[in-house]
């Protein structure tokens, strides 16, 4: 066998709920050519002129109403993660962010620099995504690849292909919920990171298959876009999630959240479908982020306070959000599971 260590990546956080930490934080993530697919220039104009001197003290606003004594909730709960996989592991293991700290390339390093097994050839990367999406799984992928590179690292990446619909993950996803789905409840609404439609097209091999009619991403009309189409992906999700939890199709709802800008997003949004359930008459629901395996500002913030006020608002009663699966016991042994067995990592739902 090789030898081998494992890093993990999250998203990121800034390193404080405040403004100058936000913006830096900020201009790392909106600068990323994988997240506003744009040239340099006009990106620039729109981060730098639109974005950055007034955005920053909103976001550091809603940081602040879900930091705690230990920091982001991102951070901390994907350490608390890191930790739980260690001790189920007898390998190198690390944990890092795209954006902030710590780094993909400062991980590296300290993997490199700190075996003591003559040599690590290859390094196991696990972007905790389970759908594909340019600016989430292949932005770290390619930081990844550049950390190795100009750092002249004799290293083999081997990265993990995205798990939306594995065996093991689903059955977490739906351990998660098991009490929450064994009470009394209305509807279950499934929200996920919404994309612009363009970051769907653009990751189409085909290129006339995505966004082409409304049954594209159906499974039951197989197509090589399917590898990479986000949209694909989180319907198959819920349906994965669907047929093991034993909900009808007139029981849950899909919906995509965390907009920005004026360019055209997957639809319907999160927040217009929060108040249509209420229209309807639905008082208690339930609603989980499977777009996200960690708790952070998209899920407690958006979802879990602001999500909550807007249902409310609209007439509903009662939602009840549930948490993602930061490091349960299942989730834990599912990344174990993975890590021990690559590249045997092919069981699917079905």
Request: charged share 20%.
């Amino acid at each position: 066998m090789n030898n081998r260590a494992v890093l993990l990546a999250n998203l990121g956080s800034p390193d404080a709920p405040e403004v100058p930490e936000v913006r830096k934080y900020l201009k790392q993530f909106l600068m990323d050519p994988y997240v506003i697919q744009l040239p340099w220039l006009l990106r620039a104009l729109i981060v730098n002129l639109l974005v950055l001197p007034k955005r920053p003290y909103s976001s550091a606003e809603a940081y602040r109403s879900v930091w705690t004594e230990q920091g982001s909730p991102l951070v901390y709960r994907s350490h608390e993660l890191l930790k739980a996989l260690k001790s189920k592991l007898d390998l190198p293991v690390a944990m890092a962010m795209r954006y902030g700290n710590p780094s993909i390339e400062s991980q590296i390093k300290s993997l490199v620099a700190n075996d003591d097994k003559g040599g690590i050839d290859e390094i196991l990367f696990i972007p905790l995504y389970p759908h594909h999406a340019d600016s989430t799984v292949t932005t770290s992928i390619k930081e990844a690849e550049r950390a190795i590179r100009d750092n002249n690292f004799s290293v083999k990446l081997q990265p993990l292909k995205p798990f939306y619909d594995n065996k093991l993950y689903i059955d977490a996803l739906v351990n998660s919920a098991a009490q929450e789905l064994s009470e009394n409840f209305d509807h279950v609404l499934f929200s996920y990171h919404g994309l612009p439609e363009l970051h769907i097209t653009k990751s189409d091999p085909t290129g006339n298959h995505c966004l082409k009619n409304e049954s594209c991403c159906s499974s039951t009309s197989p197509s090589p876009a399917h590898a990479t189409c986000y949209r694909h992906q989180v319907l198959r999700t819920t349906e994965c999630f669907a047929q093991k939890a034993g909900l009808s199709p007139n029981q849950y709802t899909l919906a995509y959240q965390s907009r920005l800008g004026r360019a055209k997003w997957l639809e319907p949004s999160t927040e217009q479908t929060l108040v249509k359930l209420a229209e309807q008459g639905m008082k208690k629901i339930l609603v989980l982020c499977p777009a996200f395996v960690t708790d952070c500002l998209e899920t407690l913030e958006e979802i879990d306070i602001r999500g909550r006020e807007t249902f409310l608002a609209a007439g509903g009663e009662e939602l009840t959000y549930i948490p993602c699966l930061n490091n349960n016991d299942d989730w834990v042994e599912c990344l174990a599971s993975w890590i021990k067995e690559y590249p045997l990592v092919t069981s699917t739902a079905q």
